[in-house]
């Protein structure tokens, strides 16, 4: 049971717009920043999101981030077959002194 | 270029010890905390460990405290992951990463990523 809830699929068709919700608590989400990282089966997970919604270098402005309270959120817009992939939401619990990931979410793109 | 190279891991038996190196290359290694994650077969990210940009600060997840230490050797600009007594569900690909700053408890997104080594617990 990961501290970081995300529903364990989403999908839609090229060209259109998903969400991915991350909830979380007042010791994680609620006073902290989420990072957002998109892992492809056998290759090295890569950071789209940071501090809630900054983009590193190289990552397209489709990718989009959004804190509010103890929830997060990560817009796609433009859906290409290349976004297909497992999503991970990432945060600090203060409470714990961990690091904790959300379960993921499986994106497909139909 | 930054870059995180693993190595160490492999086949061992449940009680078995086995140690992960994690190369790293193209930063100032001394001054970022490290962090090892990893992803259990048809499971998600796992956080592990991580360890402060001076080594003199470490955080384990529940399910490794007490079996797992991390360390580095910033004068080798490594990261290491010593797992004792290991288990079944420990069985997993592990990943070293880069976070971005001198502590893991402010500075906790994961902007470099190695590829991932394969540990099988296993008899």
């Known amino acids: 049971q990961s501290v970081l809830t995300q529903p364990p699929s989403v999908s839609a068709a090229p060209g259109q717009m998903v969400t991915i919700s991350c909830s979380g608590s007042s010791s994680n989400i609620g006073n902290k920043y989420v990072s957002w990282y998109q892992h492809l089966p056998g290759t090295a997970p890569k950071l789209l999101i940071y501090?809630?919604?900054k983009r590193p270098s190289g990552i397209p402005d489709r990718f989009s981030g959004s804190k509010s309270g103890t929830s997060a959120t990560l817009d796609i817009t433009e859906l290409q077959t290349g976004d297909e992939a497992d999503y991970y939401c990432g945060t600090c619990d203060t409470s714990l002194s961990v690091l904790v990931f959300g379960g993921g979410t499986k994106l497909t793109v139909l | 270029e930054v870059h995180l190279l693993e190595s160490g891991g492999g086949l061992v038996q449940p009680g078995g010890s086995l140690r992960l190196s994690c190369a790293a290359s193209g930063f100032t290694f001394s001054s970022y905390s490290m962090t090892w994650v990893r992803q259990a077969p048809g499971k998600g990210l796992e956080w592990v460990s991580a360890i402060s940009a001076s080594g003199s600060d470490t955080y384990y997840a529940d399910s490794v405290k007490g079996r797992f230490t991390i360390s580095r050797d910033n004068s080798k600009n490594t990261v290491y992951l010593r797992m004792n007594s290991l288990r079944a569900e420990d069985t997993a690909v592990y990943f070293c990463?880069?976070?971005?700053?001198?502590?893991?408890?402010?500075?906790?997104?994961?902007?470099?990523w190695g590829k991932g080594m394969t540990v099988t617990v296993s008899s």
């Open positions: 990463a880069k976070l971005t700053g001198v502590h893991p408890m402010y500075y906790y997104h994961m902007d470099v």
């Open positions: 501090e809630n919604n």
